[in-house]
């Protein structure tokens, strides 16, 4: 908007296939304005694809992380123990979580986009994922939802390791 009740004209972001996921929040450091994060599917394979900016979405281009499955869920939110908020994606059998990080743009602690996503395999296909206080910890909680409609709480290792621990049938 600008503040008159009336919105601009619409701007057009191209994408190399169909979205299957999208949500809007922070992405790595809290800047209050609203990051996007859009998982679609290509030739190539499944892609994530992060916009963010200080100056907004459409100012940069897109991070982008190659998934090794179709995305069918997204949660923004601070995972580890740091500050900074992170990306968990339901793909396929998989769990990726991207660590977030300072400034994505600048990539100033050294870090490439591929070095902060973790694949976690899991024994079921995730039907969708996500996270809050569910139990009482300082540190949010994974919660994954199978096919069976079984919800299981995701738990990562300060080692890094993740497992998966059946919640209620």
Same mark, same amino acid.
């Given at each position: 908007?600008?503040?008159?009740?009336?919105? %601009?004209?619409?701007?057009?972001?191209?994408?190399?296939?169909?979205?299957?996921? @999208?949500?809007?929040?922070?992405? $790595? /450091?809290? +800047?209050?304005?609203?990051?996007?994060?859009?998982?679609?599917?290509? +030739?190539?394979?499944?892609?994530? &694809?992060?916009?963010?900016?200080?100056?907004?979405? &459409?100012?940069?281009?897109?991070? /982008?992380? +190659?998934?090794?499955?179709?995305?069918?869920?997204?949660?923004? +939110? /601070?995972?580890?123990?740091?500050?900074?908020?992170?990306?968990?994606?339901?793909?396929?059998? /998989? @769990?990726?979580?991207?660590? %977030?990080?300072?400034?994505? %743009?600048?990539?100033?602690?050294?870090?490439?986009?591929?070095?902060?996503?973790? $694949?976690?395999?899991?024994?079921?296909?995730?039907?969708?994922?996500?996270?809050?206080?569910?139990? %009482?910890?300082?540190?949010?909680?994974?919660?994954?939802?199978?096919?069976?409609?079984? @919800?299981?709480?995701?738990?990562?290792?300060?080692?890094?390791?993740?497992?998966?621990?059946?919640?209620?049938?």
């Amino acid at each position: 908007g600008r503040g008159s009740l009336a919105l %601009g004209e619409p701007e057009t972001i191209e994408l190399e296939g169909p979205v299957t996921a @999208l949500i809007a929040g922070e992405v $790595n /450091r809290r +800047d209050g304005i609203p990051d996007l994060v859009v998982s679609i599917h290509t +030739d190539r394979g499944a892609e994530l &694809l992060v916009f963010q900016s200080p100056m907004g979405v &459409l100012h940069r281009p897109p991070l /982008r992380y +190659d998934l090794p499955g179709v995305v069918t869920s997204l949660v923004l +939110d /601070r995972l580890d123990r740091d500050s900074y908020f992170d990306i968990a994606a339901a793909a396929g059998d /998989r @769990l990726v979580w991207i660590a %977030g990080i300072g400034d994505a %743009g600048a990539h100033s602690d050294g870090t490439t986009p591929e070095s902060r996503l973790k $694949n976690y395999p899991l024994p079921f296909p995730v039907e969708a994922v996500t996270t809050g206080y569910f139990f %009482g910890k300082k540190q949010n909680d994974l919660i994954l939802l199978s096919p069976d409609d079984r @919800l299981f709480s995701f738990k990562i290792r300060d080692s890094g390791e993740g497992f998966p621990c059946l919640l209620y049938t």
